[in-house]
């Protein structure tokens, strides 16, 4: 059975990915498209099913990277549901927070994004607050 710290690094990997692909996404789709894509990618998980036998649907990159988007989303629901079972919601919800570091990271290492003194300190302050808020007493 994997622990809960396995299942943290799952929701903060998960969410954090699609928090980074929504930046993906905006720049290669209208909000329409993006959001189609994003239930597909949702329904794919979600029902554990793919095409059916013949059926066809013409990609871009664009909408691939929607429907990775939804995946991502739907798995970190999986694991905070999972996690929500035994995990106070108080300090859960707080610590799966922290998925907002992802995206800033690989909006600076992939897309070239400035990082700037104001970027760092709003991290270091929302990781010393997300240790204060999970910590066991």
Request: no cysteine; charged share 10%.
């Amino acid at each position: 059975m994997m622990g809960r710290g396995f299942w943290l690094s799952f929701v903060l990997a998960t969410w954090g990915l699609a928090g980074f692909l929504m930046k993906v996404v905006g720049v290669r789709l209208d909000a329409a498209s993006a959001l189609f894509g994003i239930v597909i990618g949702y329904a794919i998980v979600g029902i554990t099913t793919g095409l059916i036998d013949g059926g066809t649907v013409t990609f871009n990159g664009g909408f691939v990277w929607a429907m990775v988007v939804g995946a991502s989303y739907i798995l970190g629901n999986w694991g905070y549901v999972r996690l929500a079972k035994t995990e106070d919601v108080s300090a859960l919800a707080p610590i799966t927070g922290l998925n907002v570091a992802i995206p800033i990271l690989l909006g600076i290492i992939v897309l070239g994004e400035s990082i700037t003194v104001r970027k760092l300190v709003g991290v270091a302050f929302a990781v010393g607050s997300i240790y204060l808020l999970a910590a066991r007493s």
